[in-house]
């Protein structure tokens, strides 16, 4: 999906036999490079000036020179979704229950392939994701479990100015639906916890605080120019603006972490994440962005009803 001030968190994706490496050598630290200049994500993905997608967008491969930055990450699941925390709270009992409700989805579009992430509803395969992490898709997508179980997807349907798709994986049964928490109830302070695949490193967890609530995209960096993990602009995302309030966190999350979630300390959902500020002049990064899940729901079910 073209971003325009939202950030898709997207990464490039991986060859199981890559005729060269499966990633670029890593490029100079951020601060040190000047940031491409994109249009905005429409709706979640798209913050206003400065975002970029995270969990929710997914990153094209060939198309980002940028590697994700990698600031506080608190966990790095393997492939079979095992752990370690480095922080004073159990981050690695709460990634231990959430991971098998995360997925990685990829979507290959005209323009090449996208990591993204999502969260299992339902144990017979609907999936919640970005918007932006299925934009342009060619055909099925591909998701991917904590486990390394693989199914084709039909996008059901994608709300592009909230930035929400539902996807439903074929013959699926016996999928650990994630547990849903209460948006409105999250307060500044309280502890999170960040699961998705940036850079197509699936299972990678990382932990934070809710650093605000009820923040309005629209008025985040208006004096910067977004910034797209994917490299990618749209007209369309030009002129919509994102729609809602998002809940702003310091967990890290970067490029692939677009449509995977942002929990609380019980293993419950309340976010989507899905933008990440990253300012042109520089300074300390750690500002994401994810969609309140009472929010995401609503959504979720309007697809659903057509």
Known sequence: ????????????????????????????????????????????????????????????VGLTDQAPASSST????????????????????????VLPSVVQVNTTTREGEAIGSGVILSSDGRILTNAHVVDGATGDVTITLSDGTKYQATVLGA???????????KNASGLTAAKLGDSSQVQVGSEVVAIGSPAGLQN?????????????LSDVGQQEQPQSPFGRTSSQQ??????????????????????????????????????????SSG???????AIPINDAIKIVEQIEQG
């Open 1 to 60: 999906m073209d971003e325009n001030r939202q950030n898709p968190l997207f990464t490039p994706q991986q060859h199981e036999q890559p005729a060269a490496p499966p990633f670029y050598p890593a490029p100079p630290a951020p601060a040190a490079r000047k940031p491409k200049r994109l249009a905005v994500l429409v709706s979640a993905a798209a913050v206003a000036a400065a975002l970029v997608g995270g969990v929710g967008g997914a990153a094209l």
């Open 74 to 97: 608190s966990a790095l699941g393997t492939a079979t979704g095992q752990t370690v925390s480095n922080s004073g709270s159990d981050v690695s009992s709460v990634a231990q229950q």
């Open 159 to 169: 709300d592009t100015k909230a930035d929400i798709a539902v996807l439903q994986a």
């Open 204 to 216: 990678t967890v990382t932990s934070g605080i809710v650093s605000a609530v009820g923040r309005q």
């Open 238 to 279: 030009q002129q919509q603006g994102p729609s809602y309030t998002a809940i702003q966190t310091d967990a890290s999350i970067n490029q692939g972490n677009s449509g995977g979630p942002l929990v609380n300390a019980n293993g419950q959902v309340i976010g989507i994440n899905s933008s990440i500020y990253s300012p």
């Open 283 to 289: 300074g300390s990064v750690g500002i994401g962005f």
